[in-house]
């Protein structure tokens, strides 16, 4: 089974603070994503990894900033926490190639006082 | 930029029944991928069901199947026979089918339907 675990389930920060979210897959894939899931809408993809040391910005990425230095872990940093990243993060890996599916960790739910 | 839409934040269905979801996009591209996930309460989001732009027949995996109207870019999901454990929030997902490194295969997600089955 495709494994996708994250560092922690619940993460209370404070404004300023620097915070780390970590992902690990298992299962060799090129691909590493993270996405913000809000209510109503849905999950909205900050960045992701095609490879190692390789990033594109997705749809958000402001305020945030990823690393990947090995292919199986792919870090989100918030270099400055504020209020408004208040939300759950999900961590997803994939393969580029074919009709495939991405595979999901269980989410870190962030908050920021 | 592709735009996935649910209409139905919430749908409420009688245990053994069937409900429909709803989810509509916009996309410029002829070819491309439709995923339904489902992600249950405080667990991990898990695929359900998939469709190929370019396949006619609608997929079906047990009771979980889909409606896809390319023209009309719908793409409903119908559950029968529903069970309690089908209670979950429910996502459609657009990827496109370029394969492009630097794309990525990311998907785009609509806001989500919660499913609450009523015993």
């Known amino acids: ?113 | 930029a592709q735009t996935v839409t649910q209409s139905q934040p919430e749908m409420s269905v009688q245990e053994a029944e069937t409900v429909t979801l709803s989810c509509t996009y916009d996309t410029s591209e002829s070819d491309y991928y439709l995923f339904w996930y489902k992600q249950p309460p405080s667990r991990q989001m898990i695929l359900v069901i998939r469709q190929e732009a370019y396949k006619q027949q609608n997929a079906t995996e047990n009771r979980f199947s889909v409606n896809f109207q390319k023209a009309a870019k719908s793409f409903s999901l119908k559950i029968s026979d529903s069970q309690l454990g089908d209670a979950a929030m429910y996502f459609c997902a657009y990827r496109s089918a370029l394969m492009i490194k630097a794309a990525g295969n990311k998907l785009t997600f609509g806001g989500g339907t919660r499913v609450l089955v009523k015993p």
């Open chain 1, 1 to 113: 089974d495709v494994k996708v675990t994250q560092s922690s389930r619940y993460l209370v920060k404070r404004t300023g603070e620097k915070v780390f979210l970590e992902c690990v897959q298992d299962m060799d894939h090129e691909n590493m994503f993270w996405y913000r899931q809000d209510p109503g809408l849905g999950l909205r993809l900050i960045y992701f990894s095609y490879d190692v040391k390789m990033k594109e910005k997705g749809d958000i990425p402001e305020g945030y900033s990823v690393s990947r230095e090995k292919k199986e872990r792919f870090s989100l940093i918030l270099e400055s926490a504020s209020t408004n990243q208040t939300s759950m993060y999900l961590c997803a890996s994939g393969v580029l190639v074919g009709f495939n599916e991405q595979f999901f960790g269980p989410g870190t739910r962030l908050t920021v006082l």
